[in-house]
């Protein structure tokens, strides 16, 4: 305000010098003074200028700042995804962006940023589009493996308690020891059994020493096998649901009391479900 007052100030002696000495001479100064003037003024436009240009680099600063934190947090959330859904994390390196090809945009910049700022944020640009490509990949990733985890068995068929474990027992019928394929759970005539895992039923019928029988292949090397059932509400070749009732619980076959026989069975093989029965989905 001082020097707004200053140059008007001047500018205004300099007009009355000129108006009071009208020689060629004195017109020729004055003429000097009002360019220095003028220069003067534009001095401080400029001056002004780079005040504003450091304002507004300044504000795109502590926004690079912002950026670059929330890109942090992106790649901490994606490594957490990465846990989450146990992947493989070669996979999804976040700090590199993945290989795709491109055309640089050379084209309308009005604005001419500082070197390094403008790398920056180029960099920061390219960063999130790389994270973005990587976080829907993973997304989808994910929703695979939950499909894929609906096909696993898991958690027990019916409700009830292991009366009797995968392994050599004495046969409750001549007490010879035998080989017990799989786990007795107790439970009530007629309680609904469920399957442990989505697949398709590829047997349901009565089997020697299984009675009323339930066979499910889930596809991926897993089958399941639910046994000594009163009813079965499934026939083979019907696709069924994780939880799905299968079968109500009974006593037919080679069977002491009311309980399901559960087995499962990997690559051909008969494994102890005891694992799977103790998950949860
Ligand atoms: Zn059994």
Aim: with cysteine.
């Amino acid at each position: 305000m001082v020097v707004a007052v200053m140059v008007l100030g001047c500018a205004g002696v300099g007009a009355v010098l000129a108006l009071t000495f009208s020689s060629p001479r004195d017109r020729a100064l004055a003429q000097i003074h009002r360019l220095q003037q003028q220069i003067d003024r534009q001095n401080a436009q400029v001056g002004g200028v780079r005040q504003d240009a450091q304002r507004g680099l300044d504000a795109l600063a502590v926004k690079l700042g912002q950026l670059q934190a929330q890109s942090t947090r992106l790649n901490a959330l994606g490594e957490r995804l990465i846990e989450v859904g146990k992947l493989d994390a070669s996979e999804f390196d976040f700090d590199q962006p993945p290989g795709v090809g491109g055309v640089e945009d050379a084209s309308g910049n009005a604005y001419a940023l500082p070197p390094a700022l403008d790398r920056s944020i180029s960099q920061l640009a390219s960063q999130f589009d790389s994270q973005q490509a990587q976080l829907s990949a993973l997304q989808s990733l994910l929703l695979d493996a939950r499909i894929e985890s609906n096909l696993k068995p898991t958690g027990m068929p019916v409700q009830g308690y292991i009366s009797s474990y995968f392994g050599v027992r004495p046969d409750p019928f001549d007490g010879r020891s035998e080989m017990h394929t799989g786990i007795d759970i107790a439970t009530p005539y007629g309680t609904p059994v469920h399957t442990v895992a989505e697949g398709m039923v590829t047997f349901a019928g009565v089997r020697n020493g299984y009675g009323n029988v339930v066979e499910i292949d889930h596809g991926n090397g897993y089958m399941t096998r639910y046994a000594h059932n009163s009813v079965l509400d499934v026939h083979a070749g019907q696709h069924v649901q994780v939880g799905e009732v299968i079968a109500q619980a009974g006593s037919t076959g080679h069977s002491t009391g009311s309980h399901v026989h559960f087995e499962v069975w990997y690559d051909g093989r008969v494994i102890n479900p005891l694992a799977f029965v103790r998950k949860h989905r």
